[in-house]
């Protein structure tokens, strides 16, 4: 299909929207902030601003979809969502809405942890890789899998959810109701406050990004909890591997920009827990694309949906 | 296809073959303990026997193909096999062998644990399910995963390596070379050792099977050792789960035969390792299916090789 698709990102901290044409090429982009406390209306409100904002800054092109990659949990495909971090939508009609706004084109709605997968198939670091693990490790930690080049959804298009493999059976308490699953762990927010209980900023709020750069300066607690980081992330990536028999993981987010702070230590603990040789040829490499990339794979659901769409 | 398929499971016990049907209707059935310390044409002088002797019983037919369940590693799908169980064969070439034996019919060689999954799901436990993982919890740990409705072989076909998830971080050693690895822990002769070491048959060499009949009656060693390799199967379940989104979980195995002394403890850990609303529904039932279930597999890769032969 030619023509633009629109493009909408909804996380906890922002919305962002542009047009995505059919090679993948992003414009018009514009974010705002997600309102702290609104109620579900007015998010609906802020959201169709901010779509009529990116049209007009387009120049009111005719598209040929919405895709949408969104915070999760979802029903999927009929994509009502309730994203963790945005407490005025529960079970919101977020596909049914724009449907009404669109009408006469497809609005696909998945995981904004599998949009960034996807996008990174399509024409990041997976480019023309059959298997592979798409992650981000942030305020959340989730991911997407593609096997024999198309993308996993799943019984109930929940496929992906690395964050709650368990890596330490002994670990901390999950938001999800789970234990010792790797978001417990390695969530920045997780990582700050582990290094905040051993004396790192120890009179503010820090952030997950103030830890990588006080970890890049050299603290050796902010340090440290990015090793942990690492490690549990390399710990789930040697199950997945074993499990899916992958030829690659990409690995993005903010925390992922840590560099080597978090990917040393992941590959040490990759070393340790993977012996297998079918599992010794994977690569783990960065994301290479940059973070608009949960709107290109929104995009994509309908520009490649023969591969990333499996709904109908 | 119609007629029948010679079917062949390769252990490190015994070498079984049978002929199958299209129903999945297993005849003339017969087994040969696998030659201790015996070399590669040794090996192959008794395979050979063995099927001779299968065919006669089954009045000579005219057979379609030969599938066969193996010990892993192999190479896939060429498969030259690397039994851990059989030091007389490594990277011996069976599928080739069989080949030249066998001339103008497919010859396909596929994981024992794979074999137990896709029969359970041919016409065990799994049937109609489009998204399950069928494991075995035996002398090792392995299995398959089903994924929309067909066999995931991954990048090398070794995908279903379940006893290599890490269950446990700072856990044992594995044979695979890593650490922690499920295979490590719940293995029968590692629940036998476990339970060995803490007073269980401190005079004698014992075996998981040995272990499952005095837990039934009730010793409390061989319990917690039954208790312990539970949980480490519920751990990994768990990240299966979250990772694959799934419908089912079927295992089978020696060990699982323990009934509720493995499967309490298992939906125990369960419980405390799974929040998310899409696992709740995941059901974790035993095999469906008979010790043959490996043979009745085998035969599927070509009674149904459109859902369980990707290689062509």
Known sequence: MSGDV???????????AGLVDATGRLRAVHRTPTRPGGNAEELWSDLTALLDRVLAAGGNPDIIGVGVGSGGPMRWPSGEVSPLNIAGWRDF???????????GIPVRVHNDAVAVA????????GRGVSHMLGMVVSTGVGGGLVLGGRLLDGA???????GHLVVDPCGPPCVCGGLGCLEAVARGPALARWAHERGWRAN?????????????AGHPVARAALARGGEAVGVAIASVMALCDLELVVIGGGISQAGDLLFGPLRAALDRHTGLEFTEAVRVVPAGLGQESGLVGAAALLHQGARYWSAG
Do not use: M, Q, S, Y
């Open 6 to 16: 629109l493009a909408v990102d909804i996380g906890g901290t922002k919305f962002a």
């Open 93 to 103: 009609p977020l596909r049914e809405r724009l449907a009404d706004r669109h009408p």
């Open 118 to 125: 996807i996008a990174e198939h399509w024409l990041g670091a």
């Open 204 to 216: 503010g709020a820090a952030t997950g990004r103030d830890l990588t750069d006080d970890a890049r």
């Open 156 to 162: 109930t298009g929940n496929a992906g959810h690395i």
